[in-house]
């Protein structure tokens, strides 16, 4: 596709249920990243992938977390058990991953709110 | 480790200077700048890389001083559309480890 998107754009849960959000990447784009954006704060690093394996998990805050990657592409990230806390903006990022040289492109994100 | 960006937010009048600034105590590999408005997804400016290489975009300039662990971002002749919250990303290690670290971001306002 033309950029990176994400569906749904945006999620209401009641407290305790799951959630699945899901990231389309740029097409031919090995690295995929996931970040969450509390109101008015930074990005906060969640995970990322080189191609369907996650080298590095430790941005996940709980074990509630967890993300999947598959065929190279559409990546998935659930949330079990949701809790108020977990509210925020989900953004998604792909690159090409060129060495250090990984230009970021950001998806328009979901907004998720618990309640 | 998130790194420190300041001035929290800056207002200036079109067409005038500003700098902003992301350190970080950890050794860089390279420094990414992204500028998101609001409701918006961040976007691309810059990348600085250890060594000295630059990619990015053509009316703002930066530049990485790796001994300091520093990037300081110029806004200049400032336009309206520069407007937004602009966010350093810092990739750590001698080698890079493809994780970027962002700042809490400095909001820039452009006025008439």
């Known amino acids: 596709g033309a950029g990176v998107s994400q569906s749904p754009s945006n999620k209401v849960t009641e407290k305790g249920k799951d959630v699945e959000l899901r990231c389309d990447p740029i097409s031919g784009h090995t690295a995929l990243y996931w970040y969450r954006q509390s109101l008015g704060q930074g990005l906060e690093f969640l995970i990322y992938f080189q191609g369907n394996s996650a080298p590095d998990k430790s941005g996940l805050p709980s074990d509630r977390f967890s993300a999947e990657r598959t065929g190279g592409s559409v990546s998935t990230l659930t949330i079990q058990r949701t809790q108020q806390e977990d509210s925020a903006v989900y953004l998604c990022?792909?690159?090409?991953?060129?060495?250090?040289?990984?230009?970021?492109?950001f998806g328009p994100g979901t907004r998720l709110t618990v309640l | 480790q998130q790194p420190v960006q300041s001035p929290q937010a800056v207002i200036l009048r079109e067409g005038e200077d500003a700098v902003i600034n992301c350190s970080s105590s950890k050794a860089l590999y390279s420094v990414h700048w992204y500028r998101q408005k609001h409701g918006e997804a961040p976007v691309f400016l810059m990348i600085l890389l250890k060594g000295g290489e630059q990619k990015g975009h053509e009316k703002i300039s930066a530049s990485f001083n790796e001994k300091k662990q520093q990037s300081s971002l110029y806004l200049t002749a400032s336009q309206l559309s520069y407007s937004g919250t602009y966010f350093c990303g810092t990739e750590e290690g001698h080698y890079g480890n493809n994780r970027l670290a962002f700042g809490k971001g400095n909001q820039v306002v452009v006025i008439p």
């Open positions: 990022a792909s690159s090409l991953w060129r060495g250090g040289n990984n230009e970021q492109f």
